[in-house]
């Protein structure tokens, strides 16, 4: 359970106890002194002020007692100021946070709503078009494949939706078996090719020797035609998109390169949930879930994911590394 909290999280309650341990000994300690008071003054009454000075003493020198607890309560203020001042930092920090996770809570409804409208909005008019009676076969069948092209993007946003909210235990549930990221890699492309078609965008697959991984093949999939879908989505018609497999000692390496709008300073941050980075070519669409889901995937396979662009307009390269599995190469 300790393992989901963040660190600030865990320094903020390590401050908590803190304070309310100062809290405790500052209570106790001044109701064990309010009873030194008391039975100083009874010696008092009763005219004994050796007695009474003893008893302030503590069986030590009073004037020495008188410096231990004004250092040992100057340190504990300190130390309870140090807590407070920390604790309000985390606080404000936690403030932000939030602020930023509604702000891309916002951002995440607009997009996904904007990308689950658009595939509707296609598919409710090639409906009307063919309750139209009014288009020949050819026709019809060209707008059925549209509709299935939508139903295919709708089903994929979907899966990223649900895969990004039950993520933590998706992690766990990985199904690792052997094999060759090259198949992986060609069967989401074939499955993708009616949507790339409609794109204009050249997808070229530069894959050489066999490229063993240990896998689940559905993530894989949902790794690399979020990849795919990226680099898409950021190019024009006419640009190209090049899959390289690569063998780099012990790993694998997947790389996805596009000529498209290209990142700027913000490329630090694809990565990070929600994030929708404003496009070159006016493109801002999306849930700003499918890099994250990719990072966190490739991550949970024991691998490293990176983004690089040479700045706008310039193409973007994404490279995800992977163990190489042995076993899966006989």
């Known amino acids: 359970m300790l393992s989901n909290l963040r660190p600030s999280s865990l320094l903020f309650a390590l401050i908590a ?83 930023r996770v509604r702000q891309a809570h916002t951002r995440f409804f607009a997009g996904a709503t904007h990308e689950l409208k658009t595939p509707l909005a296609t598919l409710r008019l090639a409906v009307e078009t063919l309750q139209s009676d009014r288009v020949d076969r050819a026709r019809a069948a060209e707008y059925l494949q549209i509709m299935a092209s ?27 078996e052997p094999g060759d990221l090259r198949e992986d890699v060609a069967a989401v492309v074939r499955r993708l090719e009616p949507r790339l078609a409609a794109t204009g965008v050249n997808v070229a697959i530069a894959a050489g020797e066999p490229a063993p991984v240990r896998r689940d093949p559905e993530a894989i999939s949902t790794v690399v035609r979020n990849l795919l879908d990226n680099a898409v989505k950021f190019s024009s018609a006419g640009d190209r998109v090049t899959v390289e497999l690569l063998r780099d000692g012990g790993d694998v390496q997947l790389v996805v390169r596009d000529q498209g709008c290209g990142m700027g300073a913000d490329q630090g941050r694809v990565f ?27 991550r949970a396979h024991g691998g490293a994911v990176a983004a690089h662009s040479d700045g706008p307009q310039r193409g973007s390269e994404f490279r995800v590394r992977l163990p190489l599995c042995v076993e899966g190469a006989a």
């Open 272 to 298: 990070q949930p929600f994030y929708r980075g404003a496009a070159n070519n006016g493109h801002t669409g999306g849930t700003g879930l499918g890099l994250y889901l990719v990072a966190e995937l490739v």
């Open 17 to 99: 106890v803190l304070c309310l341990a100062l809290i405790a000994w500052w209570v106790w300690f001044q109701v064990r002194f309010s009873g030194t008071l008391e039975l100083v003054g009874e010696l008092l009454e009763r005219g004994d002020p050796e007695g009474a000075a003893r008893a302030l003493a503590g069986g030590e020198d009073l004037v020495l007692r008188a410096q231990r607890q004004r250092r040992m309560f100057l340190s504990e203020g300190i130390a309870l100021s140090v807590a407070v001042v920390v604790g309000l930092a985390l606080f404000a920090a936690a403030l932000v946070r939030e602020r």
């Open 150 to 176: 939508e139903i295919s993007r709708l089903e994929d946003d979907l899966q990223d939706l649900l895969r990004a909210a039950s993520l933590p235990s998706a992690r766990r549930r990985l199904s690792l």
